[in-house]
């Protein structure tokens, strides 16, 4: 069966690589990941011809089938029935519908019959799911490559810093692998045509191999496709980086922008970078037997959690230990394979290292192994995709205001001094008090961002009093700033209004907003008692506040007084006339 399975696989790649190219524009909504799985079972148990869909052919995979075989049933539910519309339309609209299918209007029809039944058949697995989760969650071990059995430890990690943006393009633009991954699709060139039982002939792979600086491999009586894993992970790595792109049926393009790569703007050079970050599994050690290649699969991610749990920096002989280990504690065929292994690689660690290296996150050096700056920063986003959080910032010297606000706010008070204290060891107090501000404004909507600029402003006392008298232009700012100059007693500047006092009310009320009922309905009781907030209700309307208006609905909501109920009801009503 799994020869079948295989065989279907190659059959159907370029029609669903197309399929992909026509969704692009004519249903964006779609996933072509569910798409695949039902064409292939449609392919395998219902129709030797993939262009051939009768009825009942929807209900027999869709029903019958896929809650079999489907990962995520929950994805499923929501975009598998959608996703199939759109795959059958794309059929009939480019004429593979084939004699004998069914009517797109039938299709149609028969997919809206059964959509409830899917859903509900969906459902009842991700219930089942969780039953067996909280069965089996002590049991069963987590995956080799998994971070979540060190969530805890990764939790206790001292604060990891990470480097700007600026530093981290110039080490993706030295990475050998992307450089290979351009190679190779420039070899490619336009509309190469791919093979079924291999993407590529022996003369092709042989053309390639030397393109990328790659050895042939010796005649071992395999199919040469057989024979060359990093030829076909670096074609995979080139298709994560959108170098190469499907063009139609069976062709594949290089993309026009390839061959500018190493490319100039920093953001574009980490999109790129970023787009193959998950490649660290093409690490993972390839063997002759295919389940001692499951049984280390994950060791890259394993390698990579443990060098961060030691704060970036750990001995190869100490991660070899560990590493082989864990792999003979994660699957029974671990230590078989660890030796297999051994003897292909001289070091089952060889490919995980060399492909780090390759990709910029390690170094290797004295036999310690040590995390890249953009190694460091891809680990962050690994553990963040497991949603697991750490505690990262970026280094004090690569901090901008806008950084160092949007943390703080979410730091205790201590930490966030520390924090305040090392960025201004680093500028004149009249230029951190502009860059503060400036970052402040640039989101009028983001109360809690402009409270933090305003107080550590204020702390910088006369030095900030140019900011200040700038920041009197920007609206969200000039009730700050009124303040703030009316406090330091600055000659000409102008007395804080009572609109600037409502802003200012606003802002905190925003703020509590989003700590819940019991402290905003607190923080409504610190503006006074009842006739005190209903009269300011009354004239809080007019202010220009970009949270307003949920303001007062929250507010009506909220507040346990009828009267204060009425009375954000009201304002609300203007507020919206005079928005409308």
């Known amino acids: 069966m799994t020869d079948r399975i295989e065989a279907a696989a190659v059959e159907l790649r370029p029609l669903l690589q197309e399929f992909i190219l026509w969704a692009r524009e004519n249903a964006p909504g779609s996933d072509s990941t569910l798409v695949g799985p039902v064409a292939l079972w449609h392919r395998l148990i219902a129709s030797d011809d993939v262009g051939r869909w009768r009825q009942d052919d929807l209900r027999t995979v ?18 598998m029935v959608p996703s199939v519309r759109a795959y059958l339309t794309f059929l009939s609209e480019t004429d593979r519908l084939v004699r004998g299918s069914a009517s797109l209007k039938d299709l149609l029809a028969e997919l809206d019959d059964l959509e409830d039944d899917f859903v509900d058949a969906m459902e009842d697995l991700v219930v089942d799911q969780d039953d067996d989760d909280e069965e089996y969650d002590d049991e069963e071990s987590e995956g080799l490559g998994d971070f979540e059995p060190f969530a805890d430890e990764l939790a206790e990690l001292p604060t990891i810093r990470l480097r700007p943006d600026a530093e981290l393009a110039v080490a993706t633009r030295r990475a050998p692998l992307i450089a290979k991954a351009r190679d190779l699709a420039i070899w490619v060139g336009s509309e190469r045509q791919v093979g079924e039982a291999s993407l590529l002939t022996d003369a092709e792979i042989l053309q390639a191999l030397a393109a990328l600086g790659l050895p042939a491999p010796e005649d071992s009586g395999k199919p040469l496709s057989d024979s060359v894993p990093a030829l076909w992970n670096i074609w995979n790595l080139a298709i994560d980086l959108d170098f190469l792109q499907p063009e139609g049926e069976d062709t594949v393009s290089a993309d026009a922008d390839t061959a500018d790569w ?40 394993a390698l990579l959690v443990r060098v961060l749990l030691a704060t970036g920096s750990k001995a190869l002989d100490e991660l070899r230990t560990e590493l082989a280990e864990a792999v003979a504690e994660y699957d029974e065929q671990g230590a078989d394979a660890w030796a297999a292994a051994t003897a292909q690689y001289g070091d089952p660690l060889a490919p995980v290292l060399d492909w780090l290296a390759g990709y910029g996150m390690v170094e290797v050096e004295h036999d310690q192994v040590r995390l890249t700056p953009l190694g460091m920063e891809g680990v962050v986003h690994l553990a963040d995709d497991a949603d697991i959080e750490l505690d990262a910032r970026p280094a004090i010297d690569a901090m901008t205001a806008l950084d160092l606000l949007s943390f703080s706010a979410e730091l205790p008070e201590e930490e966030a001094d520390a924090e305040f204290a090392a960025w201004m060891e680093l500028r004149e107090p009249d230029q951190a008090a502009k860059e503060l501000l400036e970052a402040a404004a640039e989101d009028d909507a983001d109360a809690l961002v402009r409270v933090q600029a305003a107080s550590m402003v204020g702390s910088l006392g006369e030095a900030a009093v140019p900011a200040w008298q700038d920041a009197l232009d920007e609206p969200s700012l000039r009730p700050y700033a009124a303040t703030h100059l009316a406090q330091l007693g600055v000659d000409d500047a102008p007395p804080p209004t009572q609109a600037d006092t409502h802003w200012l009310i606003l802002d905190m009320l925003t703020i509590s907003a989003g700590l819940g009922r019991p402290e905003f309905v607190s923080s409504l009781d610190d503006i006074g008692n009842v006739p005190n907030l209903v009269n300011l209700l009354d004239v809080i309307w007019k202010v220009p506040h970009p949270h307003l208006e949920e303001l007062l609905e929250a507010i009506g909501k909220a507040h346990p007084d009828k009267q204060v109920g009425k009375a954000a009801k009201r304002a609300l009503f203007k507020a919206r006339s005079t928005h409308n």
């Open 62 to 79: 869709l029903l019958d089938r896929m809650p079999q075989v489907v990962e995520d049933p929950d994805t499923a539910a929501d975009g």
């Open 262 to 301: 190493p490319f100039d703007e920093d953001d574009d050079a980490l999109d790129v970078w970023m787009a193959g970050l998950h490649s660290v599994d093409y690490g993972d050690p390839e063997l002759e037997d295919e389940d001692a290649t499951i049984a280390l699969s994950g060791l890259t991610r």
